[in-house]
């Protein structure tokens, strides 16, 4: 199955397309999902490019959550809402009569607005028998996240690691899923409540405190469940320090041993290379803004951005910008208005590898990529 994106002059789409069974196109699952605007799901139509059919997927306004994380980490709210919002359309779909195995979970295919948090889904009715379950696309999902949480989020962390474990049972099922996604939550906020009492106790003053036969509910949560990083917290209070005569070596073996100290340079760089720059062409204000790191991403909402552009025609989050074995790359991250290459118009998440010199354009904003 291929995956490519699509944009006109109102809506920005993702296109799936080369399916291994083309049956599919006049099914009632099909029908049901192209016929209805079904809550949870991205709006969907079939279209046929040279006899060939795509399932279209409006996206407009939406980032996925691969790309919507790329600059930060999931925290208790947007996980929360992604656990809710897969009770609520297992329900929905229900409701329609369509099967819970056909949503893809992949976190290239779940689309979040970024201001409410709120994720939608593509129902793609024409996978094959032979394709993951939606237990073990959830269980993808969950590893998946994982990787990408905030660990100074405590709640978060607590519940997700509790659902993946009560996932990983063999009578694990849809059923179950509501009830572990409705209790972790309770039970994440129990023991949170449990973690802040600890940062002032000792290990046997708190563990008699929350093992005592009349303790409240919030306090019988027994230290021993709690994540393993917070209970190297406990031992934080020691520190240890090196003596004024001691010393530590952190040189591998395989480092050259001429080599001398000097200033950290990014990995993409090597030293006297020259610094990639974005500097604003225009007349009304001027800008010049250094590419630091990679990818460096554009566009308007602070907490997901690299570079901040206050302009109600940018994107929240609208391009960005990667460095490749030396090479320099640019990507329409499905702005609304748009990102132009030397006046030629990207299509979104398609990759375009960009030289000094180069004019690029977000919306109406042009810039001159420099490297000096």
């Not at 195995?101 to 709120?118: A, D, G, V």
């Not at 309770?186 to 708190?206: C, M, R, W």
Request: aromatic share 12%.
């Amino acid at each position: 199955m291929n995956i490519t994106y699509k944009k006109n002059l109102l809506k920005n789409f993702v296109m799936l397309s080369n399916f291994e069974n083309t049956d599919f196109v006049d099914t009632f699952s099909t029908k049901m999902l192209t016929n209805n605007h079904i809550t949870g799901l991205l709006s969907t139509e079939l279209q046929y490019i040279n006899n060939i059919p795509y399932l279209l997927y409006d996206i407009s306004s939406k980032h996925s959550l691969s790309s919507l994380i790329q600059n930060s980490l999931i925290g208790f709210e947007l996980f929360k809402s992604i656990m809710i919002s897969l009770i609520n359309i297992c329900e929905t779909l229900e409701e329609f009569l369509l099967e819970t195995k056909y949503l893809m979970l992949s976190p290239e295919l779940i689309f979040i607005n970024p201001e409410t948090k709120i994720p939608y889904f593509c129902l793609c009715p024409c996978l094959s028998s032979a394709d993951s379950t939606f237990i073990d696309k959830f269980r993808n999902l969950l590893c998946y996240i994982l990787t990408k949480l905030d660990h100074n989020d405590n709640l978060c962390v607590i519940a997700a690691y509790k659902i993946q474990h009560l996932s990983l049972d063999d009578n694990f099922s849809i059923n179950t899923i509501f009830d572990i996604i409705n209790n972790s939550f309770d039970d994440a906020k129990k023991q949170e409540t449990a973690y802040n009492i600890y940062e002032n106790s000792s290990f046997d003053n708190l563990n008699n405190m929350l093992l005592e036969e009349n303790a409240t509910d919030s306090q019988k949560t027994s230290i021993f469940e709690l994540p393993v990083k917070y209970l190297s917290s406990l031992f934080k209070k020691k520190t240890f320090t090196l003596e004024d005569n001691q010393t530590t070596n952190y040189v591998s073996n395989n480092c050259d041993s001429t080599s001398t100290i000097g200033d950290t340079m990014p990995l993409t760089h090597t030293p006297n290379a020259s610094i990639p720059h974005l500097v604003y062409s225009g007349a009304d204000f001027s800008s010049d803004t250094i590419i630091s790191h990679f990818p460096f991403t554009i566009g308007k909402i602070q907490d997901n951005v690299d570079m901040i552009i206050e302009n109600p025609m940018i994107s929240r989050i609208h391009a960005r910008i990667y460095c490749r074995e030396n090479d320099y790359y640019l990507e329409d991250m499905n702005s609304s208005n748009g990102t132009y290459l030397n006046s030629t118009l990207l299509y979104p998440h398609s990759v375009n590898i960009i030289k000094d010199g180069d004019c690029i354009t977000f919306s109406h904003l042009s810039y001159l990529f420099k490297l000096y």
